[in-house]
């Protein structure tokens, strides 16, 4: 699913503080996508005993109809919300269910002692919380994985 989300911020008293006065959200209708995201994910993965796994998302356009439909969606939508507010952001967004942007995997199954809740509050109160990040980082991979579907209308 592809969302349009269209926020407005009003400028308060001339200060750089500003408020999200209405947010509007549009899905984009197609009839079919296309996964097109590299298959290959497992490669080096098992050379660490713990991964960091960064995700991202694209989509693009499988015609020029179907960009054209897009564009013509995404018109309508900022006139019909265009009176609204004086200042918008519009961004258009490809909404994955369940997605998240990282996740650390490990080969064992098991969760590593760098990720213990309670050795972290130990860390923190003594004051050692970035060397134990530290060490995180450096015994483990990381990986980065990018979903990619083509839209077509």
Known sequence: ?????LNYELLRNGDLSSQVTWEG????????A????DPHFDHEMEEFRITRIKFSKKFDFADPETEAAFNAQKLEFITSNLGRDERHELKAELVIPGYVES???TTNGR???????????LCALLLLELPCGFLL???S?????????????
């Open 1 to 5: 699913m592809l969302t349009f989300q």
């Open 25 to 32: 959200e549009r899905d984009f209708i197609f009839s079919h």
């Open 34 to 37: 296309d996964d097109i995201s």
């Open 103 to 105: 996740v650390m995997a």
């Open 111 to 121: 969760r590593p002692c760098l990720v213990n809740r309670r050795l972290y509050v």
């Open 137 to 139: 980082r450096l015994f």
């Open 141 to 153: 991979g990381k990986q980065r994985y990018q979903y990619s579907k083509i839209l077509k209308s």
